[in-house]
């Protein structure tokens, strides 16, 4: 798909709006497009209709969980960097996703550096080669 901007898009799915707010306003701060939602079916359709570089995906989900929603966002795009959110009671959880093409995860409560200098590598790692000038943060 043809993107009209040369900003990266970041896709959040979390159930607690809140956090889809806080990922919205942090990552836009940074130079990126952001989309969000808290449903994973609404997920999959924002990715198969927009040229999604990464996607920030809480483990725990009203409809699909995080695992089940990952496996089909691989099925999409085999190269899409996706980074799981997870309270720390699922960091097993989170590692299984890695291991299922996860880039990484980040904990909960989140920490801002660490959330912006994940996004940002996973953003550079993505599409740096392709597009230069997407990379913002």
């Not at 725990?60 to 009671?89: C, F, H, N, Q, S």
């Not at 990484?104 to 959330?115: M, N, R």
Request: aromatic share 8%; net charge neutral.
């Amino acid at each position: 798909m043809q993107r009209k901007d040369q900003k990266a898009h970041v896709l959040v799915v979390d159930d607690d709006k809140n956090n889809c707010d806080f990922f919205f306003r942090l990552l836009t701060e940074q130079g990126y497009q952001v989309f969000t939602t808290t449903k994973s079916l609404e997920a999959l359709a924002i990715a198969a209709n927009n040229s999604i570089d990464l996607v920030l995906l809480d483990i725990k989900l009203p409809d699909l969980d995080g695992i089940e929603t990952l496996k089909r966002l691989k099925k999409l795009d085999k190269d899409l960097t996706v980074i799981m959110l997870t309270a720390y009671g699922s960091l097993a959880t989170a590692r299984d996703a890695m291991a299922l093409g996860a880039y990484d995860y980040i904990t909960k409560p989140f920490d801002l550096k660490f959330v912006k200098k994940v996004v940002k590598n996973g953003i550079e790692e993505r599409v740096s080669w392709k597009h230069p000038s997407m990379v913002e943060g």
